[in-house]
């Protein structure tokens, strides 16, 4: 077990230490037997984002946050695969652990955060998790307009349907999916695959071909791009 200590200073009267827990172990860390290395991003209390380096096998790290105002922390495998997230908020535990679940809406949050840092740190993320579930089956623009404007209502959030995908000429092989939500599936030369997407980018990764599948996909729009390339080291 790895642990890093991230801002050593912390000035007792704004600030409180916490220790953020990376527990989930990610698809390509099962497949390859070899850790990431993460981005950690979390906004900084002050309009601001901040970003930490954490070596492969990392899995607990400290950081010294805002009281009084909600922190958005989310680690990004590779700096750019799908984050595992959580949310400190004034009051709460001093160890927050990191889930997949709340990755996508924790991206939004932190996109979103240097436009309007003020209404971000004033939400109850955990409570807008539980309502909003999976963000990346939701029209992330229109969620982020109306919780910035204060608008947010569960009632006229629309959840989107995923989108059913017909992959043809793949490598053969077997990808493995970023997320543990996703789908993981073989292919053959000259064999279509039909998937079950959900929205923004998502990744998956054939070992022995050592390629990375991207796909985009637009739940609003009803539509996907895809390519493929080499997939990254670690």
Partial sequence: MLCLLAGCETHILTERTIEV???????????????????????DGKGGLEKRYL?????RVKLSVARGKMTVIAAYPL????PVAGFC?????????????????ADLLLNSYEKNHEAVENLQ???LASLVGDASLVDGNALMVSLLNGEFAQSTMTVLQMLPVTLSD????????????QQAFWSQWGEAVDLQVRGGLQRWWNRERSLCLTLYADLTERRYLSSLAKAPLW
């Fill in 21 to 43: 827990v990376l527990s989930e172990k990610h698809p390509w860390h099962e497949a390859s037997h070899h850790p990431l290395w993460y981005t950690l991003v979390y906004t």
């Fill in 55 to 59: 070596l492969p096998g990392t899995t």
């Fill in 79 to 82: 700096s750019s695969l799908h």
């Fill in 170 to 181: 793949l490598p053969e092989g077997y990808w493995v999916p970023e997320r543990n939500a």
């Fill in 89 to 105: 908020h004034p009051g709460s535990e001093n160890s927050i652990s990191l889930c997949e679940e709340n990755g996508s809406l």
């Fill in 125 to 127: 993320g955990n409570l």
